[in-house]
């Protein structure tokens, strides 16, 4: 295992600026979008003290966002999604690790575009592999983000790299990925390692049917028509099996129902059955992590983003959930992304007061992915000059 040096934040004079943007994704790391936007904020206000706490929502970026609030970076090899060995990070702080799927499972590690193939046979074997190190390294208490993942296999994979054995009828183990669901017969847990589990998901969809894992998510991850029947099968499968393996008690309902049991092709259903877990909605367990009510105390703005500010930022993600803290402690907030879609009026509504995007000085969206850092030192630049930060000026003296 590979120890690297994470970040850190100094302290803060009163009446500071918060940055807190996630990624633009394709383009730019949380960290970066937080450095080019206060360089580009810099240039025109030189003197208003900034704070930057990149952040994220569970999925890609979360361990990048937690590195640079201070946790340590650690990095070590495990199975990726396909078999092959990838070298994964997650971050720790004291007794608590935060593991993001993605790292190991995620949809990225797969060596070219996702297809039916590696839909049917991707698993989350990697991500139980992190944790497991994690907990070797020390750590007492998993955070586990949920997204960007490749695989459909309901956690299985997740609960072989914790040391449980799923075996077909001849006590073999059955083949990775959601195809190999199929055959289960028998989950053995008596030597898997168990440690407490918060899941950080913005995914509400349960395991099985129409609002399911593998019909939702499976064709986003290369799954045809015949595929997905597959994994549907295969989570049907595992779905009982654990229920009778697990002695699940029928008055605690059935957990494959429970919203955000299909996050991460399943593996949300895996951590609740298995692990126990309870799932969050990702971006306020970050914040929490993030001690982000103690950064907001005397802020006089916000500035959080994303790579797109549309309808789905309304679901859970991280601007939204930055403008909800914000909120509370009575802190006005501006967003920057990418491209926007969302009316003013409606991005009002969710507590953001005003947006920048990249296409209001770029208007090719292949230009503004390829040039995002200076494109949005520029636009930090212009929300600089704006009526916002003039009143901040006014509010000072």
Request: with cysteine; hydrophobic share 45%; charged share 20%.
């Amino acid at each position: 295992m590979i120890q690297v040096r994470g970040g850190g934040r100094k302290g803060w004079q009163e009446g500071h600026v918060l940055i807190a943007p996630d990624k633009f994704k394709g383009s730019l790391t949380a960290p970066q979008v937080a450095a080019h936007l206060a360089a580009g904020l810099r240039q025109v206000r030189p003197d208003l003290p900034m704070v930057s706490v990149p952040v994220a929502d569970g999925g890609d970026g979360t361990v990048d966002a937690m590195v640079a609030a201070g946790y340590t970076r650690l990095q070590t090899t495990v199975t990726g999604p396909l078999g092959d060995k990838v070298v994964a990070s997650f971050a720790m702080r004291d007794e608590t690790a935060v593991i993001e799927l993605a790292e190991a499972s995620g949809l990225r590690r797969l060596p070219g575009r996702p297809t039916s193939v590696s839909a049917l046979t991707a698993t989350s074997a990697g991500t139980g592999e992190l944790v497991r190190t994690a907990v070797a390294g020390g750590a007492k208490r998993i955070v586990l983000g949920l997204g960007g993942s490749a695989c459909t296999d309901g956690g299985a994979g997740l609960l072989a790299g914790l040391g449980a054995r799923l075996l077909d009828a001849s006590g073999q183990p059955i083949p990775p990925g959601g195809i190999g669901l199929r055959h289960l017969s028998r989950i053995d847990t008596s030597e898997m390692l168990r440690v407490p589990v918060v899941v950080a998901s913005d995914v509400d969809n349960p395991l099985l049917g129409p609002r399911g894992a593998a019909a939702v998510y499976g064709p986003q991850k290369g799954a045809g028509a015949g595929a997905v029947r597959e994994l549907e099968t295969g989570l049907a499968r595992f779905a009982e099996i654990a229920r009778r393996d697990l002695r699940a008690d029928p008055l605690a309902g059935d957990i494959a129902a429970r919203a955000g049991a299909g996050a991460a092709g399943g593996v949300g259903f895996a951590a609740l059955a298995f692990l126990g877990a309870h799932i969050e909605p990702g971006i306020r367990i970050l914040l929490q992590e993030l001690d982000f009510d103690r950064l907001l105390s005397g802020a006089r703005l916000v500035v959080t983003g994303e790579g797109s500010l549309d309808e789905q930022s309304l679901h859970g993600k991280a601007p939204i959930g930055v403008a909800r803290a914000a909120a509370r402690a009575e802190v006005p907030v501006l967003a920057v992304c990418g491209r926007r879609t969302l009316t003013r009026e409606t991005l009002r509504r969710s507590g953001i007061e005003d947006a920048f995007a990249l296409t209001d000085i770029e208007p090719d969206p292949e230009v503004c992915m390829a040039q995002a850092a200076p494109l949005l030192e520029q636009l930090g630049v212009r929300l600089a000059g704006s009526r916002h930060f003039a009143e901040l000026s006014r509010n000072s003296k």
